[in-house]
């Protein structure tokens, strides 16, 4: 079950890709494509994950939209939420600034402590680093787990597809544009812009 709309998805009417977009307008595409397409099997796929929706689409367009799950939000905020820092005293700029408990041995506070500005401010720069130098790595694996998961549905019958999954996960993005090369060509193309497209080309 689908929990928030997905930010994207793509729609397929057998290996011809139908829309993509966001999800109101591709399911919309897809019920009006559905009457004259009765042979043909549609699916909509979520490009954060690569992974296929399941949708009711029965009704009419004001159903549809109605029975789709809706964007993420974020809830209000209530006083009684213990997540919610207490409020501070006057002339403390409300910065978002929550505090909780960190344990750590002698030697690492004493260095902590050193540091220019403090723990405090010590450790937001090592998370902060530790952010940047991981969100590249967190990024492409997402990217390929999609790209593999949507070839997993719509290629696993086509040939070369366990040596082209074995190029995905090896990193090896010639070899595997290589080996997908004869594959339909909208499937081929959704498959490397989920891989690749937050990447440089080479």
Not at 18 to 41: F, H, N
Not at 91 to 117: K, M, S
Request: some cysteine; aromatic content about 6%.
């Amino acid at each position: 079950m689908i929990q928030a709309a997905p930010a994207c998805v793509t729609a397929f009417i057998g290996q011809e890709r139908l829309a993509s977009g966001p999800l109101a307008e591709v399911a919309l595409a897809v019920m009006r494509a559905s009457g004259s397409a009765a042979e043909s099997t549609i699916l909509i796929f979520n490009d954060a994950d690569g992974r296929p929706l399941d949708l009711d689409l029965r009704g009419s367009e004001r159903d549809i939209i109605a029975r789709l799950p809706q964007p993420a939000s974020h809830p209000q905020l209530s006083a009684e939420d213990p997540s919610v820092p207490e409020p501070r005293g006057r002339g403390r700029p409300r910065l978002g600034v929550v505090a909780r408990e960190v344990t750590l041995l002698p030697r690492h506070w004493e260095w902590l402590g050193a540091q220019p500005g403090g723990a405090s401010v010590a450790l937001r720069k090592l998370v902060e680093a530790a952010r940047r130098s991981s969100g590249d790595l967190n990024r492409s694996r997402a990217a390929r787990d999609a790209a593999y998961h949507f070839m997993s549905a719509m290629a696993g019958n086509l040939p070369g597809f366990e040596e082209a999954s074995r190029a995905l996960f090896g990193d090896d993005r010639r070899r595997f544009v290589a080996l997908i090369a004869g594959w339909p060509g909208d499937i081929r193309d959704h498959i490397v812009r989920l891989a690749f497209s937050d990447r440089a080309e080479g």
